[in-house]
């Protein structure tokens, strides 16, 4: 089983800049992908971006441009550099982990490990 631990999240002003950090731990773990979701009031969890041990990104269209998800080179750190945030980016930002056994499945997130969330408020 993968843990999770978020950090990063905050209060910040529109067009201001956050960076969230995810670190996944775990005995014989063996990640394949990391990602961020997001959960706004009142709407569902919805995918941020996801990145792969091989460099694969997968991201929210409307979204490029102004985030950034990498990963370190041990495959077990994830960080989201967001900028010009916008008061719609404000929510729980979830962090996402899939092992190389479902790896299938990475994008779903009926598959894998999540972490608590971290809140991200963007208020002036």
């Known amino acids: 089983q993968v843990q999770l631990v978020e950090s990063g999240g905050g209060l910040v002003q529109p067009g201001g800049p956050l960076r969230l950090r995810c670190a996944a731990s775990?005995?014989?773990?063996?990640?394949?992908?990391m990602g961020w979701y997001r959960q706004a009031p009142g709407n569902e969890r919805e995918l941020v971006a996801v990145?792969?041990?091989?460099?694969?990104?997968n991201s929210r269209t409307s979204m490029e441009g102004r985030f950034t998800i990498s990963m370190d080179n041990a495959g077990k750190t994830v960080d989201l550099r967001m900028n010009s945030l916008k008061p719609d980016d404000t929510g729980i930002y979830y962090c996402?982990?899939?092992?190389?056994?479902?790896?299938?499945?990475?994008?779903?997130?009926?598959?894998?490990?999540w972490g608590r969330g971290t809140q991200v408020t963007v208020s002036s």
């Open positions: 996402h982990a899939v092992e190389v056994k479902d790896r299938d499945y990475f994008l779903d997130p009926d598959f894998g490990s």
């Open positions: 775990g005995d014989g773990v063996s990640i394949y992908a």
């Open positions: 990145i792969t041990t091989g460099g694969t990104i």
